[in-house]
């Protein structure tokens, strides 16, 4: 998936960089957790709906995608 969230980086981009940002962002979560602390602008999502089939005029032949990050 190609998509971005708020902060406009690619999934691409981590893909790539995961090698180089895996431990520091273990690292980070790990801390937010013992400590109890969770930044307030990374619990927005993005959320999108995607078609699943059928006539595109039912609400209920789409279905919800939330974007974190």
Same mark, same amino acid.
């Given at each position: 998936m190609?998509? #971005?969230g708020?902060?406009? &980086?690619?999934?691409?981009i981590l893909e790539l960089c #995961?090698?180089?940002l895996?431990?520091?962002l273990t690292y980070v979560h790990n801390t937010?957790? &013992?400590q109890g602390n969770f930044p307030e602008r990374l619990k927005?999502? &993005?959320v999108v709906t995607i078609f699943k089939n059928g006539d595109r005029s039912k609400i209920a032949n789409y279905r919800p995608i939330s974007l974190t990050h």
């Amino acid at each position: 998936m190609n998509s #971005a969230g708020y902060d406009e &980086i690619l999934n691409k981009i981590l893909e790539l960089c #995961a090698e180089y940002l895996s431990k520091p962002l273990t690292y980070v979560h790990n801390t937010s957790i &013992i400590q109890g602390n969770f930044p307030e602008r990374l619990k927005y999502l &993005i959320v999108v709906t995607i078609f699943k089939n059928g006539d595109r005029s039912k609400i209920a032949n789409y279905r919800p995608i939330s974007l974190t990050h």
